[in-house]
């Protein structure tokens, strides 16, 4: 069965303590992975995709990178204004359509 | 701006009764996602359309219903037949090769 494992479920860091987090798939074929933060009671925004093993994509403070069997993003120097919940979610071709399987999410806060 | 947009954003239903979701996106894109969202587990596919007047069911359609007769709207109904439809139900949109785009959500409750 294919699987999207996120780690840890939660994480607390103090403002400025680098980590990362980390997304681990079982799919039979990937065309894609992809990122994204939800704060609470809204809707996913997107952040990265990611296609190939060993592409990196960066934005801000995060910075996502692709294994044949994992992702990691990685969070440097955080600010409170980091803390949400980051998902991720991998894309595979079934049956002509691409299906898209999601993690639980890592609950991030940064503690000021 | 483009965008995505739910409504309502919370919706109360009662027992037996049946409710509409309303998703519209102006991103041009064909392909069209339901998804709900239950505390401590994964985003589940409930149903997509990959192109007007074509839909399919995703993981866990039962009680629901949809329909896409234009490429802006995908409404989804919450049917009496679906027996724990308390969630968050969050609509997505898409165009390879990226990823998919989200609405703000609409959270039902049952009462």
């Known amino acids: 069965e294919d699987q999207v494992t996120q780690s840890p479920e939660a994480l607390r860091l103090q403002e400025g303590e680098s980590s990362s987090l980390n997304c681990s798939y079982t799919v039979s074929g990937l065309r894609g992975l992809f990122w994204y933060r939800q704060d609470p009671g809204k809707g996913p925004e997107f952040l990265f995709t990611l296609y190939s093993a060993g592409e990196e994509k960066e934005k801000e403070r995060l910075k996502a990178t692709l294994t044949k069997k994992e992702s990691f993003l990685h969070i440097t120097a955080p600010k409170p204004e980091d803390s949400a919940t980051y998902l991720c979610a991998v894309q595979e071709e079934s049956g002509g359509y691409q299906k898209v399987t999601f993690g639980i999410g890592t609950k991030l806060q940064v503690i000021p | 701006d483009g965008g995505i947009t739910q409504s309502p954003k919370y919706l109360f239903r009662k027992e037996g009764q049946n409710v509409t979701l309303s998703c519209e996106q102006n991103?041009?894109?064909?392909?069209m996602y339901w998804y709900r969202q239950d505390p401590g587990q994964g985003l589940r596919l409930i149903y997509y359309s990959q192109i007007v007047n074509d839909f399919q069911k995703g993981d866990i359609a039962e009680g629901y219903s949809v329909s896409r007769e234009k490429k802006e709207s995908f409404p989804l109904t919450v049917t009496s037949a679906q027996k724990n439809p308390t969630a968050f139900y969050l609509c997505?949109?898409?165009?390879?090769?990226?990823?998919?785009?989200f609405g703000q959500g609409t959270r039902l409750t049952v009462v």
């Open positions: 997505a949109s898409s165009s390879r090769p990226l990823g998919a785009f």
């Open positions: 991103l041009n894109h064909d392909a």
